[in-house]
């Protein structure tokens, strides 16, 4: 029996790009907090940013909206706990259900990265006019709608 074998051209195709740039702007944050001497990652920032902006979410709620599985969120709020950033307490509605709370240390913290936050956007898109920057964010939000829908399919 003959095996085919598929001829598939993944350099031409959206997701290497997407990895990459992705991993850069990962480092790029990396690098910054850490210049800056902010003991954050880029997820713990997304995790502060979300409480400073709703303050006492529920736990699982937090999960959806960074998304992130609920036992990797788990593991994220540890670490941030034992770091003085948040805190969770249990729901008084439902005791099976955690809410989350930015601390005073995890405002302070966030203030920090908001003008580090905004250099890196404003690196980010550089030389990229609002058409682009528009476009660009139409078919991002394509890509995961595809992904959606496929997940939805199975």
């Known amino acids: 029996m003959k095996t085919t074998i598929l001829d598939i051209d993944f350099e031409s195709s959206i997701g290497p790009w997407l990895g990459?740039?992705?991993?850069?702007v990962d480092n790029c944050f990396q690098e910054a907090f850490d210049?800056?001497?902010?003991?954050?990652?880029?997820?713990?920032?997304?995790?502060?940013?979300?409480?400073?902006?709703?303050?006492?979410?529920?736990?699982?709620?937090?999960?959806?909206?960074?998304?992130?599985?609920?036992?990797?969120l788990a593991r994220l709020l540890s670490k941030m706990e034992t770091k003085g950033y948040v805190k969770r307490l249990q729901s008084e509605d439902d005791?099976?259900?955690?809410?989350?709370?930015?601390?005073?240390?995890?405002?302070?913290?966030?203030?920090?990265?908001?003008?580090?936050?905004?250099?890196?956007?404003?690196v980010m898109e550089s030389d990229i006019d609002q058409n682009d920057k528009l476009l660009m964010i139409q078919l991002l939000k394509k890509i995961q709608?595809?992904?959606?829908?496929?997940?939805t399919n199975k």
């Open 20 to 24: 990459r740039t992705v991993k850069i």
């Open 35 to 72: 210049a800056a001497g902010i003991d954050l990652t880029k997820e713990q920032m997304l995790i502060l940013k979300n409480l400073y902006e709703q303050d006492g979410i529920n736990q699982n709620e937090l999960a959806t909206l960074t998304y992130r599985d609920k036992s990797s």
């Open 95 to 122: 005791k099976r259900n955690n809410e989350v709370f930015i601390t005073p240390n995890g405002k302070e913290i966030f203030q920090k990265t908001r003008p580090i936050i905004q250099n890196i956007i404003d």
């Open 145 to 151: 709608q595809n992904f959606k829908l496929e997940t």
